[in-house]
């Protein structure tokens, strides 16, 4: 059983698309389509939409997801790398309404399977977090040699960014 576990998060994800089957029944997909209602919308635009987490770890905790239903960070590749920077840019952005200083900014994805909802987003946060609890949901580990993240099951948005342009996937073990 753990073995199965083990390998399931360190492996190399395959290629796949990203709309899936089951994206009608994605929570986050009902924040541009559905459901908005549901969601505290901060911030739209036609390709992502902004809106503030149900459970902040932070006094600003924003989740940005894009319209298309990506399953995770992990379905991402080298073609993808321009997106994520879109997504920082307006990241830096919402932070910059509430006037968060560049020192107090935190920005990254969980990585599967240490993420709740099945749908690409980015958290967009102000530090500090309101508890040590929250604080190791969102871990930095930084990487050895050649590797731009250790084994963690966050990546911040500067080292997926960095990843993927070199061809290699997100993933929990170091990449």
Request: with cysteine; hydrophobic share 35%.
């Amino acid at each position: 059983m753990f073995q199965k576990l083990f390998y399931w998060i360190v492996r190399k994800p395959q290629p796949s698309h990203y709309q899936l089957s089951n994206s009608q029944s994605c929570i986050f997909c009902g924040a541009y389509s559905t459901n908005r209602s549901d969601f505290d919308i901060v911030w739209e635009d036609q390709e992502f939409v902004a809106f503030r987490d149900i459970r902040p770890s932070a006094q600003h905790h924003i989740q940005l997801i894009p319209k298309t239903h990506i399953e995770s960070i992990r379905k991402l590749s080298q073609k993808d790398v321009n997106m994520l920077r879109r997504m920082e840019e307006i990241g830096h952005s919402i932070l910059d309404t509430f006037d968060v200083p560049v020192s107090k900014r935190k920005m990254g994805f969980h990585i599967p399977p240490f993420n709740s909802v099945r749908h690409l987003h980015l958290h967009v946060q102000s530090l500090p977090y309101i508890s040590l609890i929250c604080r190791l949901k969102y871990p930095f580990i930084r990487g050895f040699g050649s590797y731009e993240k250790g084994f963690s099951w966050f990546a911040e948005i500067g080292q997926a960014i960095r990843i993927l342009e070199k061809g290699h996937h997100v993933t929990v073990a170091p990449c």
